[in-house]
């Protein structure tokens, strides 16, 4: 398995991942589990009058691409829309492509162009020693910023390491 590599300046560590995770719909089963099955040992905490869950998503990003080609099939445009959400992403391309004005304009037929697609969450998780720290996931890499403990780093290496998508 690739080794986690400590960045220079704040303590932050990552790694590339060998081949892109495949879909949305993989990638938000890895966001899930991790943040449901909470593998990182994280503890739920009370701040500002709030109680907090171990591991909460701070920022989910669906990147939906799309072509637009004429008769001769020659791309003729291109469109992308960015959603919060696997939900929104799944209706969003539904209604890009059904989207006849935005085709009309393009002039040209649509297409969902999905390994061009770019998915990413950050997910903020408290250790229990308390610890803030940060996980970020995208479909090309994995990384952990903002901790002191470096047993943060090697427990967030050893999940990766346990999730087939992530090597």
């Not at 220079?8 to 990552?14: D, I, L, N």
């Not at 990182?40 to 799309?66: D, V």
Request: charged share 25%.
């Amino acid at each position: 398995m690739p080794q986690f590599r400590q960045k220079p300046g704040t303590k932050s560590a990552g790694r590339a991942i060998k081949k892109p995770v495949p879909d949305a719909e993989s990638f938000d089963a890895i966001v899930q589990s991790l943040r449901l099955k909470n593998p990182l040992g994280c503890t739920s905490y009370m701040k500002g009058r709030k109680n907090h869950q171990p591991i909460e998503i701070l920022r989910e990003m669906y990147t939906a691409k799309f072509g637009y080609y004429g008769e001769d099939k020659k791309q003729v445009g291109t469109g992308s829309e960015v959603y919060n959400s696997l939900e929104g992403y799944q209706t969003g391309i539904a209604a890009m492509i059904s989207n006849m004005a935005n085709i009309a304009s393009h002039r040209g037929k649509v297409r969902h162009i999905p390994t061009a697609e770019r998915f990413s969450a950050i997910l903020k998780c408290h250790a229990s020693n308390g610890e803030l720290f940060f996980v970020s996931i995208s479909r090309k890499q994995v990384s952990v910023a903002s901790y002191t403990d470096d047993a943060i780093r090697k427990r967030v290496e050893a999940w990766a390491d346990s999730v087939p998508a992530l090597a």
